[in-house]
């Protein structure tokens, strides 16, 4: 979730479509992050985030659950509800905790995502309207999207980065797209995707540590930030009944 005061929402809009034009990109979201290209305009669009967030202009909260572990300990519930449980929690901490309970909202989900806002919402009196979007032309939907792909890659891909992170430097930072010397033999283990989107959450790890923005990565194997109420969020969810 990427929120903001609406008198600075139109101009975070305007400066995310900046960045995107700049770097030849339609589109960012995770799913489309496997390629240099794709990379180099995540990566700008993620410095950026980084910065607002610094600047108190835009806060980003993240959840993420692990599906294998619900499966693993028979405790699973249904993907489709639980995702439902994770959008009220969300809503239920940010809309009147993390702006100041006297805020009014609207919501801008993303067209694509099945939910029933309307119930969502229910006795959250703070929002006051829901507009569904395309994400293409909602840059910060795509942010939204771009966090959420980065926290869920960062838990469910942890081992992948770890190896990535045992290859010499120029073995990691070679484009896929690249040609002339041949890879290693370790380094040819990874696909394009993979050292596409290692580089970019080691880059934003990386930034988030020098800013001592609170995000952890090592430690818990997986994005993570301890204080709830940090610009960038990254928290990690227990299904009900798990």
């Keep these: ?39 180099f305009g995540g990566s700008k669009l993620l410095r950026w985030a980084i910065r607002q967030a610094e600047l108190a202009r835009l806060r980003v909260d993240t959840l993420t659950w692990d599906v294998e572990e619900g499966s693993r300990t028979g405790r699973g519930v249904p993907h489709i509800a639980n995702l439902r449980s994770m959008y009220r929690a969300l809503l239920e901490d940010v809309v009147p905790r993390r702006w100041g309970a006297d805020t009014t909202w609207q919501l801008y989900p ?28 909602y840059p910060l939907i795509q942010l939204a999207d771009l966090f959420a792909g980065l926290a869920v890659y960062s838990r469910g891909s ?12 120029d073995q990691r930072l070679r ?43 090592r430690t818990r194997r997986g994005l993570f930030t301890a204080d709830p109420s940090a610009p960038l969020a990254f928290r990690w969810w227990t299904p009900r009944g798990a």
């Excluded at 067209?111 to 032309?137: F, K, N, Y």
């Excluded at 942890?158 to 430097?169: A, V």
């Excluded at 394009?192 to 952890?216: H, I, N, P, W």
Aim: glycine share 4%; aromatic share 8%.
């Design 110 to 137: 993303d067209e694509q995502s099945a939910m029933p806002w309307e119930r969502l919402v229910s006795g959250i009196t703070q929002v006051t309207d829901i507009t569904s979007c395309h994400s293409h032309e």
């Design 1 to 39: 979730m990427v929120s903001a005061l609406q008198n600075e929402a139109l101009l975070l809009r305007q400066e995310a479509s900046t960045l995107l034009e700049e770097s030849g990109i339609a589109e960012c979201k995770w799913e489309k992050v496997r390629t240099a290209r794709a990379r």
């Design 175 to 217: 484009e896929p797209e690249e040609s002339g010397a041949s890879l290693s033999s370790a380094s040819s283990h990874f696909s394009a995707s993979d050292r596409v989107r290692c580089r970019l959450l080691d880059e934003f790890f990386t930034r988030c540590k020098q800013r001592y923005l609170g995000v952890s990565l």
């Design 158 to 169: 942890y081992d992948t980065y770890e190896r990535w992170l045992m290859l010499p430097p």
